[in-house]
């Protein structure tokens, strides 16, 4: 999709909108687009109820992003976000923008343009579609918002469209293609990013960034970013 984005669909087989009490990582890398047809225990789930409370709403600490040089034509105090690159830049001046790492809608999922953020909401609920339910009924038809929640701490609205940029209780599938559309974020980062931006933000979502622009970053990134790669894979 290209232009302003248009309204997501639910997609059944996103870990994000599954839960991730229900997902299961692709082996080698390839999407199953029917997992729940080939696992016998699925229909024998009982059915779900009509409302899952998501947990307990902890105060989530903002983590501060790194600075980096980004010498850019985008706008001072816009969002943007480089689907190739899995990231999220933040622009403070014509020089410079705060980095974020982020996971992004997969193959099939993508989209690119402008929107505004036009909402944000706290411990966002969960309502999965009726033929999710369908698929598997263990779902319930209405999750409340808290720290099991799979969209986290904090939602970012997109215009009128249901994309969004969330928090996510996966810090696993950071820097993964694996949503469809939307962008997840660390909580604590979602949290940071939510109190640096304003109703109105204009995200410039990009397939890629330009090829200078692209390898300065890269050069002032890829060192933290293993580093903090390797943190957040540890069992808390």
């Not at 409302?51 to 992003?65: K, Q």
Request: aromatic letters at 8%; a positive charge.
């Amino acid at each position: 999709m290209s232009g302003g984005a248009s309204a997501q669909w639910w997609d059944p087989w996103d870990e994000t909108t599954r839960g991730p009490s229900y997902y299961k990582p692709p082996r080698g890398g390839f999407f199953e687009p029917w997992p729940q047809w080939r696992d016998p225990d699925r229909a024998e789930r009982p059915p779900g109820p009509a409302f899952r409370s998501g947990g307990p709403r902890p105060d989530i600490a903002p983590v501060e992003p790194k600075r980096i040089a980004f010498p850019s034509p985008y706008a001072v105090g816009s969002v943007v976000i480089d689907h190739k690159g899995r990231q999220l830049f933040l622009v403070e001046s014509e020089t410079e923008a705060l980095h974020y790492r982020i996971s992004v809608g997969r193959e099939g999922f993508t989209w690119s343009g402008s929107e505004k953020i036009s909402k944000v909401v706290d411990w966002p609920d969960w309502r999965p579609p009726e033929e999710m339910r369908e698929r598997d009924p263990s779902l319930p038809e209405h999750m409340g918002g808290g720290i099991r929640n799979p969209l986290g701490a904090k939602a970012l609205y997109l215009g009128k469209t249901l994309y969004r940029i969330h928090g996510t209780n996966d810090p696993r599938s950071i820097g993964k293609a694996a949503s469809s559309g939307c962008f997840r974020m660390l909580n604590g980062q979602v949290v940071d990013l939510a109190s640096r931006i304003q109703i109105g933000t204009v995200v410039t979502v990009v397939n890629r960034l330009p090829h200078e622009l692209e390898r300065l970053v890269a050069d002032q990134v890829r060192p933290a970013r293993d580093g903090v790669g390797a943190r957040e894979r540890r069992p808390s």
